[in-house]
């Protein structure tokens, strides 16, 4: 009996520790592990603001846990690039026929494709919170070194964030355009909608796609 006992013991232990070490590694190595939901981006760049921008986001989601990775090539090399799942419009990415003129040149702001894409839910930060309130923090988003975006990240997302996401209503943004090609943030289409202390090319969307 004790015998018995003790292998059930062994057994219990092993079948309590070994799926948690099982996801554990695979979190560490892989994309995924078995039992997330998975949905994925393609980024498409929104040339009305003279992006090239392109790449794909994905999200594995268990629960309200997500593990959010997003590859972009072809942004404004070493400059910040806002990054957010949107949700609440019709989960889409705008079209060019939602820009507007700006500073009298058609470009298509972030307010122009609210419509398409809704609010802002999820800022996709590189550390720190991760709600709306950090939309715009500058310091906490990928700067692109090599012009190219390579994040990894698991966070929490909001329980509406997580219902948007598995109703096909979330739509991933990825922000900061250099319509003009001097390299930087300027002002050739005025201050941004969203901060006017920010130049509205570094708020525009340069690469957009719905999470399906
Ligand atoms: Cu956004």
Redesign the pocket.
């Known amino acids: 009996m004790r015998v018995i006992r003790g292998i059930t013991h062994a057994a219990l232990a092993a079948a309590v520790t070994l799926p948690l070490g099982a996801a554990a590694a695979h979190a560490d190595d892989v994309p995924g592990y078995p039992g997330m939901e998975e949905y994925t981006a393609v980024l498409e760049p929104v040339t009305v603001n003279r992006s090239q921008a392109s790449g794909t986001a994905t999200i594995w989601l268990d629960g309200l846990t997500a593990r959010v990775r997003i590859t972009v090539d072809d942004v404004l090399v070493d400059h910040p690039h806002?990054?957010?799942?949107?949700i609440g419009g019709r989960g889409e990415c705008p079209t060019d026929y939602d820009a507007g003129i700006h500073n009298g040149k058609r470009a298509l702001s972030?307010l122009d494709g609210v419509d398409a894409?809704g609010g802002?839910e999820t800022s996709i930060t590189t550390e720190g919170d991760t709600s709306a309130a950090s939309?715009l923090a500058v310091d906490r988003f990928p700067t692109a070194p090599d012009g190219m975006i390579d994040y990894d990240r698991t966070f929490e997302l909001s329980q509406a964030a997580a219902d948007a996401v598995r109703a096909g209503n979330a739509v991933v943004?990825?922000?900061g355009i250099d319509y003009d090609g001097d390299g930087t943030y300027g002002d050739v289409l005025g201050a941004s909608d969203l901060d006017p202390n920010l130049p509205m090319e570094a708020?525009n969307?340069t690469a957009c796609g719905p999470l399906r």
């Open positions: 806002a990054q957010h799942i949107h972030t894409y802002v939309a943004v990825i922000h708020t969307p």
